[in-house]
Nanobody, 115 residues
Framework: QVQVVESGGGLVQPGGSLRLSCAASGSSFSIVAMGWYRQVPGKQRDLVATITSVGTITYADSVKGRFTISRDNTKNTVYLQMNSLKPDDTAVYYC?????????WGQGTQVTVSS
């Protein structure tokens, strides 16, 4: 059983920045990818950014140039630096941790972009 714990959400004004963190623990299998997804009420959960164990990165078009995902493999931790935030970025952000045998989600952290 993989435990996934997110932190770093909050309220920020448009144009501001936030940094999300996600730490994974408890897995006896190597983690192959970690990533961030977001969801607003009534809509599906969408990919924001993912990073594999060898550093391959994928971003949603809507966040390219504004968000940066990074990873510390020694700590099984992934970060999401979010700059130039817009009201449309408001959502619950979920961390996903994927190994060869499982896919685990965190509890989510709320990000609200509002003046």
């Amino acid at each position: 059983q993989v435990q996934v714990v997110e932190s770093g959400g909050g309220l920020v004004q448009p144009g501001g920045s936030l940094r999300l963190s996600c730490a994974a623990s408890g897995s006896s299998f190597s983690i192959v990818a970690m990533g961030w997804y977001r969801q607003v009420p009534g809509k599906q959960r969408d990919l924001v950014a993912t990073i594999t164990s060898v550093g391959t990165i994928t971003y949603a078009d809507s966040v390219k140039g504004r968000f940066t995902i990074s990873r510390d493999n020694t700590k099984n931790t992934v970060y999401l630096q979010m700059n130039s935030l817009k009201p449309d970025d408001t959502a619950v952000y979920y961390c996903n941790v994927r190994s060869l045998v499982s896919s685990s989600w965190g509890q989510g952290t709320q990000v609200t972009v509002s003046s």
